[in-house]
């Protein structure tokens, strides 16, 4: 695992992407957006800081932005510095992505994942590194029968008893490989939002309140 600062409840995942680019996801301390908004200004004393966010529909949208605002999709990638990509989540699993050129970051749930937002990441993913963030993993990730029907999703079922569970991190790599992908360049956290108290789980709690994921590329400017 790479996070290894944190600051007033928001931490940063280090020595993976570029210096330049900066993400990380916030602990349940923070649960309103203008409070998040804040504290990252005062991080890094910018008040030039731009947000966007996305209405999440577990679609299989991804938009290219420059400019901050509400988009409804479950994807943003920018080539513009100083904007902070943001999605919400409280077991779906946030997708930090970087290349030379662009930045970007999915909410990625199972709905989404089967109707492939990841074939809708644009230009050559050698290109790219990617990370995933807080979210349910294989350990708690429990689903239905149903799943056995999809067939996207069955090498990545495993049965423990009478349960059945989904590995979406698995799921991510191959599909990433799939495209192209060098696996070296993909970082799993390890975080389990089921497992860890210390961020939001919808599953565990049926809270309303969310983790934030954030990226963004940072200019002096």
Known sequence: MRIVTEKSSVCFI?????????????????????????????????????????????????????????????????????????????????LYFSSSHTIGILHLGWRGALRGILDNVKGDLRDFKVCSGVGLRSCCYQVGEEFLGFDKFRKFLVRKGERLYFSPVEFVQKELERKGFIFENFLDLEICSFCNREFYSWRREKTTRRTFSFIFKYDLI
């Open 14 to 94: 280090k020595d993976f992407f570029p210096p330049h680019i900066l993400c990380g996801f916030t602990k349940r301390d923070i649960f309103k957006l203008t409070q998040f908004e804040d504290i990252l200004r005062r991080i890094f004393s910018l008040k030039s800081l731009e947000f966007a966010y996305l209405i999440q529909t577990h679609s299989p949208e991804i938009v290219y932005i420059n400019k901050q605002g509400l988009y409804k999709a479950d994807g943003l990638f920018t080539s513009r510095s100083n904007l902070v990509l943001v999605v919400k989540t409280a077991d779906c699993l946030p």
